[in-house]
Nanobody, 113 residues
Framework: VQLQASGGGTVQTGGSLRLSCTTSGFIFRTKTMAWYRQAPEKARERVAQISQGGNADYAESVKGRFTIARDNAKNTVYLQMNNLNPEDTAVYYC????????WGTGTQVTVSS
């Protein structure tokens, strides 16, 4: 199984980023997928998830600002992040919450004030 996140970077408060996570090694379309993040000295938290059918759910801290989407043909899950603030600074990962595969490479998101 491989989970490779990309698209991170450094933006100013109020900026936007679009993350992608390409996957392989499992049947993507059958899995609920999620984005997680881990800030320095904090526990990893789930910020958004999307079911096989496309139903999305979000952590309160990102609701209204982040949008999760998936492309089953490309085995890829996306996270559109708008109106970013410094509290969003973290390494972002994707995984399947009901399977929790070995964590792949994350992507660093840094939001400056």
């Amino acid at each position: 199984v491989q989970l490779q996140a990309s698209g991170g970077g450094t933006v100013q408060t109020g900026g936007s980023l679009r993350l992608s996570c390409t996957t392989s090694g499992f049947i993507f379309r059958t899995k609920t997928m999620a984005w997680y993040r881990q800030a320095p000295e904090k526990a990893r938290e789930r910020v958004a998830q999307i079911s096989q059918g496309g139903n999305a759910d979000y952590a309160e801290s990102v609701k209204g600002r982040f949008t999760i989407a998936r492309d089953n043909a490309k085995n890829t899950v996306y996270l559109q992040m708008n109106n970013l603030n410094p509290e969003d600074t973290a390494v972002y990962y994707c995984n399947a919450p009901l399977s929790i595969y070995p964590w792949g490479t994350g992507t660093q998101v840094t939001v400056s004030s």
